[in-house]
């Protein structure tokens, strides 16, 4: 089961978020600041980040920053949010940013198609060719 780091001071919207990403079947683990975030990845790296950009204490643009200068944690995917049209996330790292309000469908396709298994999982099995044989009669 893939797991996701979400991180959020905002315990509504943390829960709102883990709640929606386990019902689509993920390990969720939850930071509210980035200290807890940071000892969270380095006991057990998330396939996936999700940050809030508005963070308090330290901007969650410095952790996006800190987190893609770390050699462990560089290929995680990261989604962030944010409530302000400040500078977008990917500037300094993130794969996408999203503006909230939250489209909770536009994360859960999102969040699909970062990790690794988003195109690479065939959606059914190819059914097999018809086998024909030829009689020699005719």
């Known amino acids: 089961m893939e797991s996701i780091l ?9 829960s709102i978020l883990a709640m929606m990403l386990y019902d689509a079947g993920f390990e969720v683990i939850e930071a509210a600041d980035p ?15 999700t940050i809030d950009i508005d963070l ?3 901007p ?9 200068k770390r050699a462990l ?8 949010f ?7 996330a990917v500037v300094v790292g993130a794969d996408v940013t999203f503006d909230k309000p939250l489209n909770i469908q536009d ?3 999102t969040v699909q198609s970062l990790l690794p298994h988003g195109d690479s999982v065939p959606e059914s099995e190819p059914e097999p060719e018809p086998v024909l044989k030829h009689s020699g009669k005719g």
Do not use: F, H, N, Q
């Open 60 to 68: 969650g643009l410095e952790l996006i920053t800190e987190i893609r």
């Open 82 to 88: 944010r409530s302000y049209a400040g500078k977008p």
């Open 73 to 80: 944690l560089k290929d995680v995917p990261i989604v962030a």
């Open 107 to 109: 994360i859960l396709d």
């Open 56 to 58: 308090s204490g330290p």
């Open 6 to 14: 979400v991180i959020d001071d905002d315990p509504m919207v943390r």
């Open 35 to 49: 200290a807890a975030a940071r000892e969270v990845m380095l006991a057990k790296k998330p396939d996936l980040v």
